[in-house]
C-alpha cells in the first residue's frame, strides 16, 4: 500500500478566532513496508483521515488506487479501514471483559474471518509476545505493557497492512520501548507491514525509522531519513535529546565520536576511544 498525501490540509474552524491548522499544503509519499514517524503534538489527525474518520479541508490523500478528498464519494471505505490498522492513545479503555472475547470483537467489527478463531488469536498474541494463557485473562487486570500489547494483538487480528500507533510509546521504560521498536522492526522486515508512528517524541524513532517528518504549525518543516536525527534545524523545533546533545557536545571538544542513536552503541564507542 503507497500513501500520497497532495497538498493535503486539514484546518478545523476555518476563517474563526478558533481556526487551527492540524496539517496545511503537505506533499509527502510513505512506500509500503517502510517504517514513518511523524514528530508533533495534535497529529493523531493522520490516522483519523486515513481511516476517513476526518476529511480533508482541501488536496487529497491516495491510497493505492482510492482518493479521498473533502467531497469524494468511497465506496470501499470498510475494506479500505480494514487494510489499516490504528491504536489510538485512549485505546487503554477495553469493550469486553476478556481479551479473547476483546480480539474476536475487533476481527468481528472489521469482518475479518478464519476457518480457526481460536487458533488465530493465539497468533496474534504470540506476535506481541503474549501466550496463550492471556486468552482467558480480565482485561481489567492487564498491566500497562500488557494492555498496549493486547490493544496491538487486536489489531494485528485482522492483517491490516499498514499499522498507525500514536503516542504509544507514552509510559514506557526504556526496556518496553525497546522491546517494541524490536517487534515493530520484525513486522516491518518480515511481514512487510508500513508503520506509521505518531509522536512528539523522537527517541522512540532512534534506529527503526525509514523516513521522520516534523509537523509545526501545520506546516511540513523537516523532512527526511534517519540522518536528520542530527542535524540542528530539526532542534528548532522539538527538544534535542540527550544521545545527541552528547554526542554534537564530544565532536565539538574534538573527539570523533560516530553519530549514534543507540545508547549501547554510544557507550561501546566511548570505550574503544578511551581505551
Known amino acids: 500500500m503507497e500513501i500520497i498525501f497532495n497538498k493535503l ?11 487551527k491548522k492540524y496539517l496545511e ?15 508533533n503534538e495534535d497529529l493523531s489527525i493522520i490516522g483519523k483521515l486515513l481511516m ?4 480533508p479541508t482541501k488536496g487529497e490523500l491516495k491510497i493505492d488506487n482510492t482518493i479521498i478528498k473533502r467531497t469524494s464519494h468511497i465506496s470501499n471505505v470498510n475494506e479500505l479501514r480494514k487494510r489499516i490498522g490504528f491504536v489510538y492513545t ?14 474476536k470483537l475487533t476481527m468481528k467489527n472489521y469482518g475479518y474471518r478464519t476457518k480457526n478463531v481460536i487458533k488465530h488469536i493465539v497468533d496474534s498474541l504470540k506476535i506481541v509476545g503474549l501466550d496463550e494463557s492471556f486468552m ?7 498491566s500497562f505493557i500488557e494492555s498496549k500489547k493486547v490493544q496491538l494483538a487486536c489489531a494485528m487480528s485482522y492483517n491490516p ?8 510509546e507514552k509510559g514506557m521504560i526504556h526496556r518496553e520501548r525497546e522491546y517494541f521498536k524490536k517487534l515493530f522492526l520484525k513486522l516491518k522486515n518480515k511481514f512487510n507491514k508500513t508503520i506509521i508512528l505518531i509522536s512528539d517524541d523522537i527517541t522512540f524513532s532512534f534506529g527503526i525509522v525509514d523516513k521522520i517528518h516534523v509537523i509545526n504549525k501545520g506546516k ?3 523532512t527526511g531519513d534517519k540522518d536528520v536525527i542530527y542535524d540542528d534545524k530539526l ?13 554534537k557536545y564530544a565532536k565539538a571538544q574534538g573527539h570523533n565520536i560516530l553519530e549514534y542513536t543507540d545508547n549501547n552503541e554510544l557507550i561501546k564507542e566511548i570505550y574503544r576511544n578511551v581505551s
Open 161 to 168: 497492512e499498514v499499522l498507525i500507533l500514536e503516542d504509544f
Open 90 to 103: 485512549s485505546g487503554n479503555k477495553f469493550l469486553t471483559t476478556i481479551v479473547k472475547e476483546e480480539i
Open 136 to 142: 482467558s485473562r480480565d482485561t481489567s487486570t492487564l
Open 9 to 19: 490540509s486539514y484546518i478545523e474552524n476555518k476563517s474563526s478566532s478558533g481556526e
Open 220 to 222: 511540513l518543516v523537516v
Open 25 to 39: 499544503d503537505i506533499n509527502l509519499i510513505i512506500n509500503q513496508g517502510s517504517i514513518v514517524s511523524f514528530i
Open 52 to 55: 476517513v474518520i476526518k476529511r
Open 235 to 247: 532542534y528548532k523545533y522539538i527538544e534535542m535529546p540527550k544521545i545527541v546533545e552528547f554526542t
